[in-house]
Every structure is written in C-alpha cells, then in structure tokens.
C-alpha cells in the first residue's frame, strides 16, 4: 500500500511556526509523504524572504507559489487570492496529494481551499470553529470550514461551534493549539543570546509588540497604531521590540508608521520583519509585557507566564486566559490597561494562570489522524443537524 500523500500550505511566517512540528512529525513518518506548498509573505522580500529559513530548517519545497501582488488595497488583495487558486490549482495537478493541510483564516488560506475542493481533494483545517468579530478572517474561517472535511480544532467550545456549523462530530478532534508544541519543544534563548542573535542591543524590561490591521476597520488603524505609540512613550524606562503586521488590507501603512517611529526613537526600539518562531518566543518569554492585537498575545503568551494587552477588535470573541487584559484602542485606555496589567496584582498570578488552548502535544496527535483516518471524497460530505 502506498503512502498517503499529504499537503500542507504555508504563506505566512506565523503560520509556518505553527505548522512545524506537524510538518516535522509528517516527514518522520514511514506512512505520509510530505508535500510542502509555500508561497504568500515567504516569497516576498519586503516580508524576510523567509522561505529561507524553511528550506534552511531541512525541508523540501514541493511547489513555490507565487501569487503576492505588491499592492494591499482590496482590489489588491483580491487579485493575489485570484493568482493563489489558479498556483494552488496548477500544484494540485502536478503533485496529486490525498489530502490537503490548511491552517487558520487569511485570504490565501480560503484560495487554497477553494482550489483543493474544486479538485476534489479533502481538506483538514486547524483552527477552524473560533471567533475575530472585527476581521474578515471570520467568514474566512468559517467558509473553509465548510470546504473541509477533516477538522482540527483549538478548545472543546471551538470544536462545538464547528459541529454546529454542519461538520459530522466524528471528523472534529479537540486537539489544541499547535502554537504551544514550540513553547514546550524549542530551546528558548536567554537575553544576550536573543540580543546577539537579532543584533540588536537588547537589555531589560521590554515590550513585545505585534499590531495587525483590522480589516473590517481598516481606516481606523492608523489612528489606533499612532495610539499605541503615543501610550508607549510614557514607559520610556522600557525598550519595545516591534514586528511587522501582515500582509492585510492596508497594512503597508502601518509599516511606514512603524518605521518612522522607530527612526525617531533609535537606542530605544527596534522594527523587526521577521523573527522566527525560536527568537519570536524567547523574545515573548523575556518580555515583560506582549501588547497588540495578535493571537499569539492570547493563544501562546499566558504559557510563557508573560501578560498581554490585547488592544481593540481584532482578537474579538476568542477564547482567553486571566493573563489577557482587554482595552479599547485609544491612548488613556491603552496606557490605564499597561499600567494594571505591569501591576502586582496581575504579575503575582501569572505564574498560576491556565492556558485555555492546552499543554501541547497538538501536532503529534493532529499528525496521528492525518495518517490514520480514512479520507472520503469531499463531495460526500453529510450535513450534520444539531437538532
């Protein structure tokens, strides 16, 4: 009996580090061929270039797809997703695989899937079932839901949702996040290392800070980024490591802010494109405070014991641990929410905090059902009625 060819997308570096020990445990496997599909932000230099560092972590790229325009207006956006399903298409053919891997919700994750079920090929989501009520990733989200057939999901309540979107209960494994397989598996870096690794000069406290676009609020971002700033300036005793947003909607804008932030305060921050899961988790585990709106502030930082300021409607509706403070995106509510979250109050619990998205293991056993689990055409998929 042949192997079961699996492939897995990645066009982020966010995501990339979520999926590495998936892609890791598929290729250690005597019974998966892996085939690994990259495009988006790691062909693009303005991005890092990172598929570098996954060809330089010892994996074979199946297919490059190239489909990132270099404009981030909507019509922008909507051509690369039109470029990603025709390169997803093209891949399909070539390589043939008997399932697609596909992780979490941005527009070139939806190309792929619209690709991988016109070919007729089952798809196995991650992250589907949860909530970001500002962002269109929501119904992106939810729309590969229903394309896929095999469903990989955060927190029993994710896994819930997704059952009540349609999905047969017996296809959708409460599995948790991959994201904190990295925190118990990597050797995290100690500050100099971290300093001399980013060449930077990095001393004690810090921030880490990760602000994306919100793309149901687009034209609010600048606003609210040049708020965050404004608030960070009254914690001059701390330096702030800040990455790049993503490739969304209007996200060059905050690039070019960021930048001439950063000019202006040069000893003091430091503008990062891409810093690789290894170097972006250690930075989270010494930092003395996460702040932004990613997920990783809320799925990830409460098992590093560090506390996060989570600002505006991006995160909205997810799942999160005492550690994650709230606050709107307006400079007093976001300066308030760093001083209560900087207090003794927050920091004394920390280290007792419970991670709502489990303890790791989620990529053994997410590679485990990819592996074991019989796979059905997508076309004979059965809604299944929670009532």
């Given at each position: 009996?042949s192997n079961k060819?699996?492939?897995?997308?990645t066009?982020?570096r966010?995501e990339?580090?979520?999926l590495?020990w998936?892609?890791k445990?598929?290729?250690?496997s005597?019974?998966?061929?892996?085939?690994l599909?990259?495009?988006?932000m790691?062909?693009?230099?303005?991005?890092?270039?990172?598929?570098?560092q996954?060809?330089?972590d010892?994996?074979d790229i199946?297919d490059k797809?190239?489909f990132?325009?270099?404009?981030d207006?909507p019509?922008?956006?909507s051509?690369?997703?039109?470029?990603?399903?025709?390169?997803?298409?093209?891949a399909?053919?070539?390589n043939?695989?008997?399932?697609?891997v596909?992780?979490g919700?941005?527009f070139?994750a939806l190309?792929?899937?619209?690709?991988?079920?016109?070919?007729?090929?089952?798809?196995?989501?991650?992250?589907?079932?949860?909530?970001?009520?500002?962002?269109?990733?929501?119904s992106v989200?939810?729309?590969?839901?229903k394309?896929?057939?095999l469903?990989?999901?955060a927190t029993e309540?994710?896994r819930?949702r997704?059952?009540?979107l349609?999905?047969?209960?017996?296809n959708?494994?409460?599995?948790?996040?991959?994201g904190?397989d990295?925190?118990n598996k990597?050797?995290?870096?100690e500050?100099?290392?971290?300093a001399?690794?980013l060449q930077i000069?990095?001393?004690?406290?810090?921030f880490?800070?990760t602000?994306h676009?919100?793309?149901?609020l687009a034209?609010?971002?600048?606003?609210e980024?040049?708020?965050?700033?404004?608030a960070?300036?009254k914690?001059p005793?701390?330096?702030?490591?800040?990455?790049?947003?993503?490739?969304?909607t209007y996200?060059r804008?905050?690039?070019?802010?960021l930048?001439?932030?950063q000019q202006k305060?040069?000893k003091?921050t430091?503008?990062l494109?891409?810093m690789?899961?290894l170097?972006?988790?250690s930075a989270?585990k010494?930092a003395s405070?996460?702040?932004?709106?990613?997920s990783?502030g809320i799925?990830?930082?409460?098992s590093?014991?560090?506390a996060?300021?989570?600002?505006?409607?991006r995160q909205?509706?997810?799942?999160s641990?005492?550690?994650?403070?709230?606050?709107?995106?307006?400079?007093?509510?976001?300066y308030?929410?760093?001083?209560?979250?900087?207090?003794e109050?927050?920091q004394n619990?920390?280290?007792h905090?419970?991670?709502p998205?489990g303890?790791?293991?989620?990529?053994?056993?997410i590679?485990k059902?990819?592996?074991?689990?019989?796979?059905m055409?997508p076309?004979q998929k059965?809604f299944?009625?929670?009532s």
């Amino acid at each position: 009996m042949s192997n079961k060819k699996i492939a897995v997308f990645t066009g982020t570096r966010a995501e990339y580090g979520l999926l590495y020990w998936i892609l890791k445990g598929i290729s250690a496997s005597k019974y998966a061929d892996l085939q690994l599909l990259v495009g988006g932000m790691h062909l693009s230099s303005e991005f890092g270039y990172t598929v570098n560092q996954i060809e330089k972590d010892g994996f074979d790229i199946t297919d490059k797809l190239e489909f990132l325009l270099s404009s981030d207006s909507p019509v922008g956006i909507s051509k690369s997703l039109g470029l990603a399903i025709m390169s997803a298409a093209e891949a399909f053919e070539r390589n043939k695989p008997d399932v697609v891997v596909i992780l979490g919700d941005r527009f070139e994750a939806l190309a792929i899937a619209q690709a991988a079920m016109i070919a007729a090929i089952p798809i196995a989501h991650i992250h589907g079932g949860e909530l970001t009520e500002a962002l269109i990733d929501d119904s992106v989200r939810h729309a590969i839901t229903k394309m896929s057939y095999l469903h990989f999901t955060a927190t029993e309540t994710y896994r819930k949702r997704v059952i009540q979107l349609g999905e047969q209960p017996l296809n959708v494994f409460n599995v948790g996040a991959p994201g904190i397989d990295n925190i118990n598996k990597l050797p995290l870096m100690e500050l100099n290392e971290l300093a001399n690794s980013l060449q930077i000069q990095l001393s004690h406290p810090f921030f880490l800070v990760t602000y994306h676009p919100v793309t149901l609020l687009a034209d609010k971002a600048d606003e609210e980024l040049k708020s965050l700033l404004n608030a960070l300036d009254k914690f001059p005793q701390y330096q702030v490591i800040f990455t790049y947003p993503n490739a969304d909607t209007y996200g060059r804008n905050l690039i070019e802010i960021l930048k001439t932030y950063q000019q202006k305060n040069p000893k003091r921050t430091f503008l990062l494109e891409s810093m690789g899961q290894l170097r972006y988790l250690s930075a989270m585990k010494l930092a003395s405070l996460v702040l932004g709106n990613s997920s990783s502030g809320i799925i990830e930082a409460p098992s590093c014991k560090v506390a996060t300021v989570n600002i505006g409607d991006r995160q909205k509706g997810r799942l999160s641990a005492d550690s994650v403070i709230d606050c709107i995106a307006d400079e007093s509510s976001i300066y308030q929410a760093i001083q209560y979250t900087l207090s003794e109050k927050i920091q004394n619990k920390l280290a007792h905090v419970v991670n709502p998205y489990g303890n790791g293991q989620a990529s053994e056993k997410i590679v485990k059902k990819l592996i074991e689990c019989e796979l059905m055409k997508p076309t004979q998929k059965v809604f299944y009625d929670v009532s």
